[in-house]
């Protein structure tokens, strides 16, 4: 699968994610932060608006601490899909796996167990959001789909008439859409089914990215190596310009023009004696 197509199957995922928030966590968002920021103005102005303030405080704290997270371990990567990306999107769904397990567990009849549920899907939609940042498919972020929409009128024949995207464009809107209504069908049954089915998805797209991620960043490199080159190009020249000049240069020079010399002039000095 190509990467365009497992951001598309995150955005379905953030779909059931946000129906789990708002239907059964007291109207809060896990991946539209815009939602929760909205929701915190209404509520600020008070008058009895009955609006939530604890769930989205905490759900946009978390939000921001995943995706800080995944910034931090990206940060050195190379443009792509990575082993780091697997890593991020694999703990994404760990975390949504063990959240699926904790309305069983502990039940979610309480604001503050409520509160923690948020808190640890909106930390999973934040890394699965920088994540895709990273990755950079045009046009789907997968936790929102505003610019889409935007994107998708502007260049349409109504707007630009440019006419690029249209199909990605359309695909993201309908997951996001197909998502929440499964969401809320499962939320039905019991809100950790619908997280797991959420985690299962991200675990799948974890797995897929993985297996294909070789092909397109493990290849190996084409380039001659260059050290041999060097050795054998260098180490010939020095032995045959700088070995021979030195032996015939210097030896002989010092042989011929020094012994004569000491020969021819010592030796005539010396005067006999008469009979």
Same mark, same amino acid.
């Given at each position: 699968m190509t990467q365009p197509g497992l951001m598309l199957a995150l955005t379905f995922a953030t779909g059931v994610v946000d129906a789990v928030g708002y239907l059964r966590l007291d109207q809060v968002?896990?991946?539209?932060? !815009?939602?929760? @920021? @909205?929701?915190?103005?209404?509520?600020? !102005?008070?008058?009895?608006?009955?609006?939530? @303030?604890?769930g989205p405080v905490v759900a946009l704290a978390s939000f921001l601490a995943g995706a800080a997270t995944a910034g931090r371990v990206l940060r050195t990567a190379a443009p792509g899909w990575s082993s780091r990306c697997g890593a991020l999107l694999g703990g994404v769904g760990l975390v949504l796996t063990a959240t699926a397990l904790g309305p069983a567990l502990v039940g979610a009849d309480t604001s503050g167990a409520r509160a923690g549920m948020a808190s640890s899907l909106a930390l999973a939609m934040g890394a699965q959001a920088a994540t895709a940042r990273h990755l950079a498919v045009r046009d789907v972020t997968t936790v929102v789909v505003t610019s889409t929409l935007t994107g998708l009128a502007a260049d349409s024949r109504l707007g630009a008439a440019r006419g690029r995207g249209a199909l990605r464009r359309t695909a993201a809107v309908a997951l996001i859409v197909a998502g929440a209504a499964a969401g809320a069908l499962l939320c039905q049954v019991h809100e950790g089914l619908a997280v797991a089915a959420a985690a299962c998805v991200v675990l799948a797209v974890t797995a897929l990215g993985s297996r294909a991620a070789p092909a397109t960043t493990g290849a190996p490199s084409t380039a001659p190596p260059t050290a041999p080159a060097t050795a054998s190009s260098t180490a010939p020249a020095m032995a045959s310009s700088t070995a021979p000049s030195t032996a015939s240069s210097t030896a002989p020079a010092t042989a011929s023009s020094t012994a004569p010399a000491t020969a021819s002039s010592t030796a005539p000095s010396t005067v006999l004696p008469r009979p």
């Open positions: 968002f896990a991946g539209n932060m !815009t939602g929760n @920021v @909205v929701i915190l103005g209404m509520a600020a !102005t008070g008058g009895g608006t009955g609006l939530p @303030v604890l």
